[in-house]
Each structure stands twice: as structure tokens, then as C-alpha cells.
């Protein structure tokens, strides 16, 4: 179940390290990834690729079902949408305590999306295609780095 998934642990200053030490073992032998990471460092990153895009997913899928022509919005929506949107189906009283208690930096990486999508407004009203098409080629190609990290080594 655990082998190869990524536990993190974030000890507390009251944690004694061979508390610690035994936790990671435990995780160890399941055959986790184990990493460790401050409890604000921990915080700040799962606000930016755990938070944040379940924060969009919902709030995308909320302004389209506020719309008058939210079954024809539905109705035409398709792959990119579902794929976009797929984490919006997750448990709504779970997301909210999680957004609740990790506030201070989801609403950080709230800011610097805002911002990112200031600019990418700033490209599109423009008529800037260089400038999204570089975007886009930038994100393509560190998305398309990560996914290569998740791979198994060939032959494996």
C-alpha cells in the first residue's frame, strides 16, 4: 500500500528524536518515501500543489454552477474540464478545515496565483502570442520534467 508513496513527517520541537527516528523506521519498512520538513515548510508546499488547486478546482466549478447557463456550461464541458475539475469532487467539510488551518499560506500562494494570472491576462488582452506561447512552452516542459520524475526507471 505505502510502497513507494510519499510520507512526510513534521516533528514538533517536543518530539524526542528517537520518537522520530522510530516513526521513520515504521515507514521505512512499509516501503515509503520519506521525507521531513519543518511543520511551516510543510505548510508552505502543500499550500501551493495540494491547497491551492483544490482551492481553484472548487471555486471554477462554484462560478460556473452560479451561472444562468450553467447546464449548457455542464453540458459542453469535456476532458480538459473533468480532468481540471476532478479534485472539486472531493469531500467539501475535509477541504474546508484544511483551507481553514493552513490559511496564513494558502492565502500566500492565493496571492501569487493571482498575480501569475494577472500577467497571463496582461499576455492574452495584448494579443501577446509570443509571450503565451513562452508560457506555456515554460509550464509544458516543467510539467513534462515532473512527469518524467514520477516514472519508473526503464527496465523496473
Same mark, same amino acid.
Given at each position: 500500500l505505502y510502497r513507494d508513496?510519499? +510520507?512526510?513527517?513534521?516533528?514538533?520541537?517536543?518530539n524526542a528524536p528517537a520518537d522520530v527516528k522510530a516513526v521513520r523506521a515504521v515507514w521505512d519498512l512499509c516501503g515509503a518515501r520519506v521525507s521531513q520538513l519543518a511543520p511551516a515548510e510543510h505548510d508552505r508546499v502543500f499550500a501551493a500543489v495540494s491547497h491551492l488547486p483544490h482551492l481553484l478546482a472548487f471555486a471554477l +466549478?462554484? $462560478?460556473?454552477? /452560479?451561472?444562468?447557463?450553467?447546464?449548457q456550461l455542464f453540458g459542453f464541458a469535456a476532458?480538459?474540464?473533468?480532468?481540471f475539475t476532478r479534485i472539486a469532487s472531493s469531500h467539501p467539510e475535509m477541504w474546508r478545515d484544511i483551507c481553514l488551518?493552513?490559511?496564513? #499560506?494558502?492565502?500566500a500562494e492565493l496571492d501569487a496565483y493571482l498575480a501569475e494570472l494577472l500577467?497571463?491576462? +496582461?499576455l492574452l488582452a495584448s494579443? $501577446?502570442?509570443? /509571450?503565451?506561447e513562452k508560457m506555456f512552452a515554460t509550464a509544458r516542459a516543467r510539467r513534462? #520534467?515532473?512527469l518524467d520524475s514520477l516514472a519508473p526507471p526503464v527496465g523496473e
Open positions: 508513496k510519499r +510520507v512526510v513527517l513534521t516533528p514538533l520541537p517536543e +466549478v462554484h $462560478d460556473l454552477a /452560479g451561472r444562468d447557463n450553467a447546464d476532458g480538459g474540464f473533468r480532468d488551518a493552513n490559511r496564513t #499560506a494558502l492565502l500577467r497571463t491576462r +496582461v494579443a $501577446d502570442s509570443d /509571450g503565451l513534462d #520534467a515532473w
